[in-house]
């Protein structure tokens, strides 16, 4: 009697696991249906498709040869060439030398590391208040900190020289405030940085600037930092360069009624006949300006107030008594009025420091700009190009300054150039740039302090 009591208990527990079985089948079939990953051959995707494959596909299939022709399903480019090639061995050879194919070419644990250390190193740099791409590379670093944790490759990770790369790819702010937590790590846990430091400062930082209610910090949605440029028109020139553009007729010569008007007003030879005093009225009175004769600036510190080919009235003693002499029309130099009023006075350049950076090569050079108003198009030194290791586009351009008319220069096309300040707080991506090999200006046009305090109006 209680043999029969026992067996009927156990049958009672296999029907419980039975109808366990049965239930758990039952829940898995209304889940969505698995899949596996196509694999492309990027070793940072390797794992995660092989164990796809072992769960979804090998579970179920006990063949060696079927098993083999789904691996090559599922694989694309060199990965399948691999596993092509082993259809020719005996089904279990076959599969087990496919695997290890798989696994020698993508899923060797140094490659995998190399792969992650160039998708970091490869990133751009941030820009300051671009919350989206932080939280993009906050995310690859995290990927990079949980790898590292089943990878003994990964600790190159921790290199002082790789964080420090890395480190350089955040905003200028964000980078100050690494610094305070890089000495709090050693100075007060007594222990070196290590790369999922970085991480989790990333990490911490995306997440506050992406809060969902203070991340965005502005009241007002603030302007964009890249200024967009229209594309130049083929040819084009510096310095003082013109370049073909569609410019109003003589404002002049229609005003007062002269017939067909056929010429702009820089060539008016009836302007060009009035005294000085009518002719500066006259650009007064259509709010034009003095340097470059065009509408919405005045330039009142221009000394080229109105020339043409073989007028020799306008000299810059005659302008310098009426107008305060500053920018010149081709240059921007700035005269600044001598304090002792003896000697030459002193020519200050607007020239301010700057990072360019190649979007092609995603190098970073810190250089000098010199903000030509009179020119129409941009320039760079060749050096400046070499340093960034890009090579334009061969072209020749027609330069015509106040020297010479339509001088034939070889140069080249730059493309996809972006500068910014020194704290890269403020970003312009520039339009197509010609290379020159020398720009007349040297360090000894920078202002300085001394030359800042003669201007009255910058004092206080």
């Avoid at 220069?409 to 910014?420: F, N």
Wanted: proline share 5%; net charge neutral; charged share 25%.
């Amino acid at each position: 009697m209680l043999r029969l009591q026992e067996q009927q208990n156990d049958l009672n527990l296999q029907q419980n696991e039975i109808m366990k079985g049965f239930s758990l089948q039952q829940r898995k079939s209304t889940l969505p249906q698995q899949r596996v990953p196509v694999f492309e051959g990027n070793p940072t995707e390797y794992n995660n498709f092989i164990r796809a494959f072992e769960n979804i596909v090998e579970a179920k299939v006990a063949n060696s040869s079927e098993r083999l022709y789904y691996l090559e399903q599922f694989t694309i480019g060199q990965a399948r060439e691999l596993v092509k090639s082993c259809h020719h061995m005996a089904p279990v050879r076959g599969y087990q030398e496919a695997r290890a194919l798989l696994k020698r070419n993508y899923g060797n644990e140094y490659k995998i590391t190399a792969a992650y250390m160039d998708k970091v190193l490869k990133w751009p740099e941030l820009k300051p208040e671009d919350n989206v791409n932080l939280h993009k590379f906050s995310i690859l670093l995290v990927c990079c900190k949980n790898v590292m944790d089943g990878n003994d490759f990964m600790t190159k990770f921790d290199n002082p020289e790789n964080i420090h790369q890395i480190v350089q790819k955040l905003p200028f702010s964000m980078r100050c405030r690494w610094r305070r937590n890089v000495d709090e790590i050693t100075e007060v846990k007594r222990r070196m940085v290590t790369f999922p430091d970085l991480a989790n400062f990333v990490e911490k930082e995306a997440r506050i600037a992406n809060h969902p209610v203070f991340g965005n910090i502005s009241t007002v949605k603030p302007p964009s930092n890249r200024l967009k440029f229209a594309k130049p028109k083929p040819g084009g020139s510096s310095f003082g360069i013109n370049m073909e553009e569609s410019r109003k007729l003589c404002e002049y010569c229609n005003k007062n009624g002269r017939g067909k008007v056929n010429h702009t007003i820089e060539h008016c030879e009836a302007l060009k006949s009035k005294p000085y005093k009518d002719r500066i009225d006259f650009l007064k009175g259509l709010q034009l300006c003095f340097g470059c004769l065009r509408e919405g600036h005045l330039a009142k510190f221009y000394k080229v107030l109105f020339q043409t080919a073989g007028d020799s009235s306008l000299t810059s003693n005659d302008r310098a008594n009426e107008i305060n002499i500053g920018f010149t029309s081709g240059d921007t130099d700035r005269e600044i009025p001598s304090q002792t009023g003896a000697g030459k006075p002193t020519i200050a350049r607007a020239i301010i420091p700057v990072k360019v950076r190649s979007k092609e090569t995603n190098k970073t050079i810190v250089t000098y700009a010199f903000l030509d108003n009179g020119s129409d198009s941009s320039f760079c030194t060749e050096s400046l190009a070499e340093q960034l290791g890009i090579k334009g586009i061969e072209t020749a351009i027609s330069l015509t300054t106040m020297e010479k008319k339509n001088s034939i220069i070889k140069s080249s096309i730059i493309q996809h150039l972006e500068v910014s300040d020194l704290d890269e707080n403020c970003s312009i991506d520039l339009p197509l740039i010609y290379t020159a090999a020398d720009i007349p200006v040297t360090s000894k046009d920078i202002p300085d302090q001394e030359d800042v305090d003669q201007w009255p109006h910058l004092q206080g």
